[in-house]
């Protein structure tokens, strides 16, 4: 292990990308990232006063009406309008920085920035007005306003846009460096792109064909089954759309972070290549009650569910042979001291660490939500929601704030001249996220449903949720706070903090670094491939079935006038 003990190199060897001129992408990058945090500072004063609706004590402007407005926004704004220009963002920032040359189609990615940007503003109108409460999943046969729909396929057209230059980057990149391996961050980076290309293939599909038209008024009625299956195409890869990039602060931002190295780059890979062909041909897993499919292809895409639990164990590996390194590094011993010894004090090793702890809580909870017997117990009830809080608001965005810590001083020029702060503000989402969704679980357990107006506490048996709805509330006042705490952090080094941050980012080296990787974890041709196998055995015959044998359709409730 010897060979280990040198520490990390510094920042590495500049490129076109000097460490004193500005990177070309930072106004791009902000762009997306504080109409990310927008969103999602509205979506959190939403998201509490929701939590106090569902409570025993009275709410403002509580009216079943405001209640699924609110919840469409709350649901929108988090899942799409926060996640997608995230990582629209962060993609941007990870091919600049690392592979040091410009961005191609620096205009094309803002021509798509305002297609997106006025899709979601038509969509947040359309959801204001009253005229689109079908909350984040679209619920046909109801139907909202077609602008709505529209705003929102305005939205995933700018997101192709960014997985196309995602891939022209890549691609120009390896031409200029033949043979060479292209840098597991931008590896990552474009497979959650060709992830993406597959993944909204089945809600373009659900959209473009059947649900745009129908609220237009051209049709009177939709097959639902059909629109479930094509949504559940996108339902489960979109969640490891919104979890890529926390995987990729683990390989290639928090080994650094921690003062040491990447334990294995092949191993990165490899996982983001399975996460790119397991994510897949899995979504019928959210159709566990639904008839319209057989109980064959159910136990099919349940088995297929099971292995997405290989990149995740891969990862969990390697972050914490990695972390066991850094902390032997710094002069940990014996089996556990090496813990100790890390720099906690890190925002990033810090949100890694929180992200983990959350990520064990709300893994156990899939793996009962996955499981066809168990599913049965808790589906449709809070347990469900609590669930995706914790991992995808809890293990996923606590790792958003920490990249945006990690990248906003090279971007705005300035670091953050006290870290307490930020330390503080990663600890409250924690204990929020914990303090709000264990309860959450819990009520679910006893049956408390998901997605409902209004609780009748007069009830006995729901008096008796009560109390745990009121310790619910009280994590996600704390969560709130944290929220509005983030974006004071991040806004703060606009105007203040300490002058002279290097206008770039070093990402974690391997303790390896690769000379040569194999062409297919270099590429993604091979998985492609795999990918459309899969998917033709997975969903070909539960798609075609709806067209050899037409069921029955659903009469459809236009919500908008
Ligand atoms: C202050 C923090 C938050 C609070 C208090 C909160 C609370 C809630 C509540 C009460 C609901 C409605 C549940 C129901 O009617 O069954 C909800 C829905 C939802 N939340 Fe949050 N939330 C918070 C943060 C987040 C975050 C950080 C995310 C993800 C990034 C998120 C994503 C969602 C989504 C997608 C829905 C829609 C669920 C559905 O349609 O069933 N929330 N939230
Ligand atoms: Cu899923």
Sequence with gaps: MATLAKPAPAAPRRGRTSATAELQTSRLVLAHMWLAFAAFGIAILLGVWQMWARSPVEAPYHTAANYFRSVTLHGVSMAYVLTTFFIMGFGYYVAETSLRRPLPGLSIAWGAYIVGLAGVLMAALSVLSGNASVLYTFYPPMTATPWFYIGITLTVVASWVWCVLMLVAMRQWKAANRGKPVPLVMYATVANAVM?????????????????????????????????????????????????????????????????????????????????????????????????????????????????????????????????????????????????????????????GLAFVMLFFGGGGGLINMSYGMNAMVHNTSWVTAHFHLIFGGTVVIMYFAIAYAIWPSITGRSFEDLRPLRIQLWMWFIGMMVMTLPWHWTGLWGQWRRVAAFDYSNPMIASWGPWVLVSLAGGVILALSGLLFIYNIALLHRAGVPGAPRTIAYAQAIHPPERVPASLNGFGLWNLLVALLMLVAYGYPIAQFFIDPPPQAMIHRLAE
């Design 196 to 352: 993406w290309l597959w993944t909204t293939v089945g809600v373009a599909a659900e959209l473009l064909f059947q649900v745009i038209p129908a609220a237009f008024g051209f049709n009177s009625t939709i097959d639902v089954g059909l629109t479930r299956t094509l949504f559940s195409w996108t339902l489960h890869p979109i969640v490891y759309f919104w979890l890529f990039p926390a995987y990729i602060a683990f390989y290639t931002m928090a080994p650094r972070a921690a003062g040491g190295r990447l334990y294995s780059d092949t191993m990165g890979r490899l996982a983001f290549v399975l996460l790119l062909l397991y994510s897949l041909p899995v979504g019928m897993h959210h159709l566990m009650m639904d008839p319209e499919q057989s109980n064959g292809f159910k136990f099919v895409q349940m088995f297929l569910t099971a292995l997405v639990t290989i990149p995740t164990l891969l990862t969990i590996f390697t972050i914490t042979a990695s972390f066991e390194i850094a902390g032997r590094m710094r002069g940990g011993r014996g089996l556990l001291g090496w813990v100790r010894t890390l720099p906690w004090d890190r925002p990033m090793v810090l949100a890694t």
